[in-house]
């Protein structure tokens, strides 16, 4: 046997204090995952979720095998939801309706402030969140009944405000194509948010849909860098193929945003101005920022992440978010969790807009209409006879 499964009570210890204030970076060290075995992935461990009665944890029993287990695959599982439309009332978010076609994401972003859904599921919001995916097949039939219904007010659908419409498992599935395809179709509001090449795909339905003023893009550029891309971003399309993303959707006429998103402190924050500059070379008209939020297990995650991969920097780091957040590591408080409070917060708010001032970049906002919209009839309609 090469391996022991522990079952613990949760939490199972009181982790030493940090003099950076918090939990101990190395309070989770015991259940960090062999890095062959989560090669090309963001976090570095599986912690339970908070829902679960006992903590399992991997450890070397004394045959020093544990390079034995097999690394983390990507699996998909079918999401038998009865609706797709998400609704939401927050105040400080463009949209109040919302589709995730999948569950999880493989981009593996250390940074994803979705992770914590994957508790709901009675699953790890680390490595659990990017490799046991679960994908929506019905969604576009799902989204066509539901605009169908009698009492349905068309606005806007966002696209990707939680996991990734355009991550790798697209290209098999072709959900979110099948959901354009229902929307361009019923003359339907869509703004996607992605950070992946693949929406380049889309291309022809996104143009004929811009035409009518029923499609944005936005694409979230986190850093020029490749190094930190990689380590921060691992299956995520790279810095140059989402600029050249954004060239193309907007040489095809289709409105489209850069989001330097998010803004880590004294880790990328200081490219704001060159992502922001490629972005206008590339022909995008407006840009947005929003701050670093580590809510719920998102924390530690990153906390782990950091340290393995830029120990030197993570006391100032978390220094710097805490300044921002009113000395906590996350506020959730309506307007100000998106872009923080302080001087620092301050800062980065008047860069992003000299910035923007002299590229010329939000000039004008594209408005998307509802003056197309045609309901569907529903599946069980008797067809007219003439």
Excluded at 53 to 76: I, M
Excluded at 184 to 191: C, D, L, Q, S
Excluded at 268 to 291: F, P, T
Aim: proline share 8%; hydrophobic share 35%; with cysteine.
């Amino acid at each position: 046997m090469s391996h022991a499964s522990h079952a613990l009570k949760h939490p199972p210890v009181t982790p030493p204090s940090d003099p950076a204030g918090g939990p101990s970076p190395f309070a989770e060290i015991e259940v960090a995952i062999d890095s062959q075995r989560r090669r090309g992935r963001g976090a570095q461990s599986n912690v339970s979720g908070r829902y679960e009665a006992e903590a399992r944890v991997t450890f070397d029993d004394g045959w020093q095998s544990l390079e034995d287990l097999p690394p983390f695959k990507t699996t998909v599982a079918v999401d038998t939801a009865r609706k797709v439309i998400t609704r939401n009332d927050s105040p400080d978010i463009g949209f109040d309706r919302s589709i995730n076609p999948y569950r999880g994401c493989e981009h593996g972003c250390v940074y994803c402030f979705a992770r914590p859904t994957h508790a709901y599921l009675g699953l790890s919001p680390g490595l659990d969140f990017e490799s046991k995916l679960f994908a929506k097949p019905d969604a576009p039939e799902l989204l066509q009944k539901e605009l169908s219904a009698p009492g349905y007010e068309p606005r806007m659908i966002a696209i990707g405000t939680n996991t990734d419409p355009y991550q790798p498992i697209e290209r098999e599935h072709k959900i979110m194509r099948g959901i354009l395809e229902v929307l361009e179709r019923t003359g339907h509001p869509v703004g996607i948010v992605t950070k992946s090449a693949l929406v380049t795909r889309d291309i022809d339905i996104l143009a004929r849909m811009a035409k009518r003023n029923l499609a944005k893009v936005a694409i979230s550029v986190t850093t020029l860098d490749p190094k930190l891309a990689r380590t921060m971003e691992p299956r995520a399309a790279t810095p140059p193929k989402r600029l050249e993303a954004l060239r193309q959707l907007s040489e095809a006429g289709i409105p489209t945003t850069v989001m330097v998103a998010p803004v880590i402190p004294a880790l990328n924050d200081s490219e704001m101005e060159r992502i922001l500059d490629a972005a206008a070379h590339a022909g995008v008209k407006e840009a947005s920022y929003v701050l670093l939020r580590l809510p719920l297990e998102v924390r530690d995650l990153f906390r782990e992440w950091l340290m393995a991969n830029y120990p030197d920097r993570y006391r100032h780091v978390f220094t710097l978010i805490r300044d921002m957040r009113d000395g906590r590591d996350y506020d959730s408080q309506w307007g100000t969790r998106m872009k923080g409070t302080g001087p620092m917060a301050w800062m980065i708010g008047r860069r992003f807009e000299i910035a923007c001032e002299r590229l010329g970049l939000n000039k004008r906002r594209s408005k998307l209409t509802t003056a197309h919209f045609a309901r569907p009839k529903p599946a069980n309609e008797q067809l007219d006879l003439f």
